[in-house]
């Protein structure tokens, strides 16, 4: 079964400190990378993707690391604000499919 | 603006009495899903539709239906609702197969509870 296990469930952290949120895989039918961002009240958006030959994609603060080997991903946001406090998840495409598989998702709060 | 809309955004039913969920977009997309939402579970899959008159299921399909007779609709029928499907609902779409990414817009949600 195709899995994307996803942790923390939630986290909190104080203004400008650097959350981290780890993602990891277990096969490697996987082609793209995607991290959806959630604000309450709104449907996930996404905020930054990856494809597994990058070790690293950089978005403004936001920062996607991929270690192939391993099977894990991360997400670090750089200076993190009180409007960053969204739920997380990333996600896996399935290799040459229309399907994009879930992580459990993370809770983010930045506190002032 | 290009979105996805769904509807309603909130609804409380009963066991067992027939509802849809309507999802539109605006985007020209030729790919539709649906997912519900619940804590600790993520997003998971309930359909999806490729095109037109083409849909298949998803990770969680059981006591779901959908259609696709026109490109920009893609409602979600719940024929008998349980209380195990109280939960958060999303449409999404996005371009397709041959867009070189999935990259999936969704709707706002429609919050479901079957009493």
């Known amino acids: 079964q195709q899995q994307v296990k996803q942790s923390p469930q939630s986290l909190i952290v104080q203004k400008g400190g650097i959350p981290i949120i780890n993602c990891a895989y277990e096969?490697?039918?996987?082609?793209?990378f995607p991290w959806y961002q959630q604000f309450p009240g709104k449907g996930p958006a996404l905020l930054i993707a990856?494809?597994?030959?990058?070790s690293e994609k950089k978005e403004g603060r936001f920062t996607i690391s991929f270690n192939k080997s391993a099977k894990q991903f991360s997400l670090h946001i750089m200076d993190s604000q009180p409007g960053d406090s969204a739920t997380y998840f990333c996600a896996a495409n399935i290799q040459g499919a229309q399907k994009l598989v879930f992580g459990q998702g993370t809770r983010l709060t930045i506190n002032p | 603006e290009a979105q996805v809309t769904q509807n309603p955004r909130y609804l409380i039913t009963v066991t067992g009495k027939k509802l849809t969920v309507t999802c539109s977009q605006n985007?020209?997309?030729?790919?539709m899903s649906w997912y519900r939402q619940d804590p600790g579970l993520g997003l998971r899959q309930i359909y999806y539709?490729?095109?037109?008159?083409?849909?298949d299921k998803g990770d969680v399909p059981e006591g779901y239906k959908v259609s696709r007779k026109e490109k920009r609709n893609f409602p979600l029928i719940l024929e008998s609702p349980s209380p195990n499907q109280t939960s958060l609902y999303f449409c999404?779409?996005?371009?397709?197969?041959?867009?070189?990414?999935?990259?999936?817009?969704f709707g706002a949600g429609s919050r479901l509870t079957v009493l």
């Open positions: 096969n490697t039918a996987f082609d793209y």
């Open positions: 999404a779409s996005s371009l397709g197969v041959y867009s070189g990414a999935n990259v999936l817009t």
């Open positions: 985007m020209n997309h030729e790919y």
């Open positions: 990856i494809r597994p030959d990058v």
């Open positions: 539709s490729m095109n037109v008159e083409v849909t």
